[in-house]
């Protein structure tokens, strides 16, 4: 079963840029749908970026488009998250995520909620100076 190790979070003034990083052990990493979520102390885990198995299509909440990018290299088994032009909103833990038992679906369905996704990393600490 795929497990996920995070890298990349850190502190970066307003208007900079990370880059997240989501290596995946396990041997299905191109059948599964992956995502990038963020949670705040107190608040819900919310959809930050998700991607289709294939890379053919992706998903961005309205607070992020136009700023983050998600992209997946399959023969690496890693999944991105490009972050730029970050806000001190964009504060927050980022998990990977990734959806392991709906392969068939993977190409076809674009997954956004929490539920969907059965294996989850670490976390990584994003924080945004203003």
């Known amino acids: 079963q795929v497990q996920l190790v995070e890298s990349g979070g850190g502190l970066v003034q307003a208007g900079g840029s990370l880059r997240l990083s989501c290596a995946a052990s396990g041997r299905t990493f191109s059948r599964e749908a992956m995502g990038w979520f963020r949670q705040v102390p107190g608040k819900e885990r919310d959809v930050v970026a998700t991607i289709t198995c294939n890379d053919r299509n992706t998903y961005y909440a309205d607070s992020v488009k136009g700023r983050f990018s998600i992209s997946r290299d399959n023969a690496k088994n890693t999944v991105y998250l490009q972050m730029n032009s970050l806000k001190p909103e964009d504060t927050a833990v980022y998990y990977c995520?990734?959806?392991?038992?709906?392969?068939?679906?993977?190409?076809?369905?674009?997954?956004?909620?929490?539920?969907?996704?059965?294996?989850w990393g670490q976390g990584t600490q994003v924080t945004v100076s203003s």
């Open positions: 995520a990734a959806n392991s038992v709906s392969a068939p679906y993977c190409a076809s369905s674009v997954f956004t909620r929490p539920q969907h996704f059965d294996t």
